[in-house]
Nanobody, 122 residues
Framework: QVQVVESGGGSVRPGGSLQLACAASISRTRYYSSFYRSGWYRQAPGKQRELVAIIYSDGDTTYGNSLKGRFTISRDSVKNTVYLQMNSLTPEDTAVYYC????????????WGPGTQVTVSS
């Protein structure tokens, strides 16, 4: 099984920025060859989980509503890491952010990280 771990969460003031990282515990070659997509999801208190961003193996990206332009997802295959750069943060961005990694080898498999808290407050 693949271990996925998020980092970079914390507290920031409105208008600030954070960069989240999602690292996968697999070899670089496996990561490169099997990568299908990886995404960030978030869940705020009292709300449903929502999509933040997804990046696919071909580099295409998808963003949740109202997030494109503030959030940017990227991937570093050498580091086995997917990043989420978050700018112009607002209190509404406060949530637990989860990383999801999906790989295709013999079958498609998905892995979730434990989540990292992002708190935006003055």
């Amino acid at each position: 099984q693949v271990q996925v771990v998020e980092s970079g969460g914390g507290s920031v003031r409105p208008g600030g920025s954070l960069q989240l990282a999602c690292a996968a515990s697999i070899s670089r070659t496996r990561y490169y060859s099997s990568f299908y997509r990886s995404g960030w999801y978030r869940q705020a208190p009292g709300k449903q989980r929502e999509l933040v961003a997804i990046i696919y193996s071909d580099g295409d990206t998808t963003y949740g509503n109202s997030l494109k332009g503030r959030f940017t997802i990227s991937r570093d295959s050498v580091k086995n890491t997917v990043y989420l750069q978050m700018n112009s943060l607002t209190p509404e961005d406060t949530a637990v952010y989860y990383c999801y990694l999906e790989v295709i080898e013999e079958v498609k498999m998905g892995y979730w990280g434990p989540g990292t808290q992002v708190t935006v407050s003055s």
